[in-house]
């Protein structure tokens, strides 16, 4: 049990996708313009992450090692057409600005990354966690990486539909922010503000 | 006039790096260079225009007449996939001097989000033939020129004083972030072209 929690925390600071491998910053940078849409990203990463990672553990024996990653592809392709029917069906609204990015899922390196590099070497208990564990922490980035933007950009932050200052903070929105180069310069900031804390605490 | 708006939007306007996120990780990833950087937009713009032109007829021809659209995304990827494997045997063994050159970037193509991307937005402009597989090439060439750009200030960045936090990718972020700003300096060239 303990090592389970451990696999799930890993994937949460340790080796956080993000901030620590920095693997599939595309949608990263592209969808982090509000929290929600921050958020629904995350969620539709979690599930494809340990789904595939469940599956691609539970039929490791019986895949040749030579083919593998078109295995792998053909399973992650699978469930990202299952968010993407899903989102289409429930949150048409969130479909549309999420966009080219729900199917792209499927090339986002951490996903592949994982099963190859997990999912493929361990019992699906521990896959699970480290799916898990890595979409947690990849929600946890896009998260605050678009309230970081979300806030300069905006003046505001809008969480399930509610704006979380009234009306707006005394500051004037630098739009540049919810805009592409705002997303460059907001996740080299704090790549490097994380790099300071790091130092610090060594 | 209609292949001069998908060029000029594609290479310049809607540039894949700096205002759609396409491609990022090969973009961070071999960016040390000029040389390699070159080498890879080789592969990518190859790749990419051929996948374009693939990608058509087993969307229109295939899934659409077929009813079965929603398999969309693993009918791309397999198709990339296997292209980029095919394009690498023929290679090998046409021009071995080519292969050597682009040899090691063909493999991290498939991963390289631009090449299903491209494939995925010329099915939603619900572009023609030509019309994607032009959308294609301007989209790569786009994404070379970003590339081959930034690997010239990459080279110029490792002589400069960095404050130690920021070394290696945060600052390449933000010199990511500077070059896109002034790519929205296209966005009013377009209008002065086309919107009279």
Same mark, same amino acid.
């Given at each position: ?15 956080? /996708? ?8 595309? /949608? ?35 895949? /040749? ?12 392709? *699978?469930?990202? *057409? ?71 950009? *905006? ?24 805009? /592409? ?22 | ?18 205002? !759609? ?25 190859? $790749? ?28 791309? #990827? ?44 010329? $099915? ?56 896109? #700003? ?13 919107? !009279?």
């Amino acid at each position: 049990m303990g090592r389970l929690v451990k696999d799930f925390y890993n994937g949460i600071l340790p080796e956080n /996708p993000v901030f620590r491998l920095l693997l599939g910053m595309c /949608p990263v940078l592209a969808v982090t313009t509000a929290v929600a849409n921050g958020f629904w990203m995350g969620m539709a990463v979690i599930f494809v992450l340990t789904c595939s990672n469940v599956i691609i553990s539970a039929v490791r024996p019986f895949i /040749p090692r030579q083919i593998r990653i078109p295995c792998f592809i053909v399973v992650i392709a *699978t469930f990202v *057409t299952i968010v993407d029917l899903v989102m289409h069906a429930f949150l048409p609204g969130m479909y549309e600005i999420l966009g080219i990015f729900i199917p792209l899922i499927v090339v986002n390196c951490i996903i592949l990354a994982r099963a190859e590099a997990f999912a493929s070497r361990n019992p699906v208990p521990r896959a699970a966690a480290d799916g898990l564990g890595m979409g947690v922490g990849f929600t946890v980035a896009l998260v605050v990486i678009a309230a970081v933007r979300e806030l300069l950009g *905006t003046g505001n932050l809008v969480v399930a539909g509610r704006a979380l200052f009234g009306a707006g903070l005394p500051i004037d929105p630098a739009l540049v922010m919810i805009l /592409p180069p705002g997303a460059f310069i907001t996740m080299g900031i704090l790549l490097g503000a994380l790099n300071l804390v790091g130092k610090k605490k060594e | 006039m209609e292949f001069v708006a998908i060029i000029l939007g594609g290479v310049l306007i809607n540039n894949f790096v700096f205002s !759609r996120f396409l491609g990022i990780c090969p973009f961070l990833g071999v960016s040390q260079k000029v040389e390699t950087a070159m080498g890879m937009s080789m592969a990518v713009i190859f $790749v990419m225009t051929v996948a374009s032109a693939i990608t058509w007829p087993v969307y229109h021809l295939l899934l659409d007449p077929l009813g079965i659209e929603y398999l969309r995304t693993v009918a791309f #990827i397999l198709v990339i996939a296997s292209l980029v494997q095919f394009v690498e045997i023929v290679m090998q063994k046409v021009s071995p001097t080519l292969y050597q050159a682009l040899g090691i970037y063909l493999p991290l193509i498939t991963t390289n989000c631009a090449v299903l991307g491209a494939a995925i937005l010329n $099915v939603q402009a619900e572009y023609t033939f030509i019309q994607a597989v032009v959308n294609g090439l301007a989209a790569a060439v786009g994404w070379a020129l970003a590339i081959v750009l930034f690997a010239g200030i990459r080279e110029r960045l490792d002589l400069a004083d960095v404050p130690r936090p920021l070394q290696g990718f945060p600052i390449a972020l933000i010199t990511t972030g500077l070059m896109s #700003i002034s790519f929205f300096g296209f966005q009013g060239l377009f209008k002065q072209l086309f919107v !009279r």
